[in-house]
């Protein structure tokens, strides 16, 4: 079994636990996980919350669209599995960073600089990448905060198709390339992963809840040299950790 370097909490676990929780992100952490990928929203009184969706009745006890509600109206909320709190970014960031690396989706438009300024803040630049489906947000970014690391979701990205990228990567053609590429499983193959390894990017990979078999399909990618493992589930995080 060849090696992975990136072993990364999906939104820290989406079994067992609730998904964007400090809960979740510590089950993961003492699982093994490296890395702990999240997502960032802004309430209407511009406080920075970890949240997936656009809406809060997936995960929560409560309504409504994220954005149009104030942090008070979201905070005393609980989650659905384990009635956890919605945790602020802040205080996210400061318990994942002191122990791991972090993986910050940006969900919102125009969050970039309040999430920049905390990281700032914070001091953990080094521990820090900024994710999002805008290869060109993501350009930007790294102009504006130079030294940010990105991983651009290109499964669903604007700005480069895979197809685009595969054939300039191949000739060496692309420009502002991000630190990392995050891919849906069942789009990845050996060319995508030598394509990121000959442009020096790191190649992620994520989406293993739909697999019969999801440990084989990790393994599989393993094989074949992806740097890195989105894992849904802690408890296959720990079984690939441990080989």
Known sequence: MKKISLFVGHRGTLVDY????????????????????L?????????????????????????GVVKKLTYNDVKNLKTKIRNQNIPLLEESMDYITEKVQIIIHLKDEGIMKDV?????????????????????????YKKTFKPIKTCFNITKGRGLNLKEFIEKGQRKKLKNIPDMINIRSD??????????????????????????????????????????????????????RGN
């Open 18 to 37: 609730d998904e964007n929780t400090l809960e979740a992100f510590d089950i993961a952490i003492k699982s093994g996980a490296n890395c702990i990928e």
């Open 39 to 63: 997502d960032a929203r802004r309430t209407k009184d511009r406080k920075i919350i970890v949240f997936h969706d656009k809406i809060l009745a997936r995960t929560t006890n409560g309504k």
């Open 116 to 140: 920049f300024s905390l990281i700032a803040k914070k001091g953990v630049l080094k521990n820090c990448t900024i994710g999002g489906r805008d290869f060109n947000k993501l350009k930007r």
């Open 187 to 240: 789009l990845i193959s050996n060319q995508f992963i030598k394509v990121c390894h000959i442009n020096d990017i790191k190649s992620l990979a994520w989406g293993f809840m739909g697999y019969k078999q999801p440990l084989q399909v990790i393994n599989s990618l393993i094989d074949n040299q992806i740097d890195g493992i989105l894992f849904d589930d802690y408890h296959n995080l720990k079984i690939i």
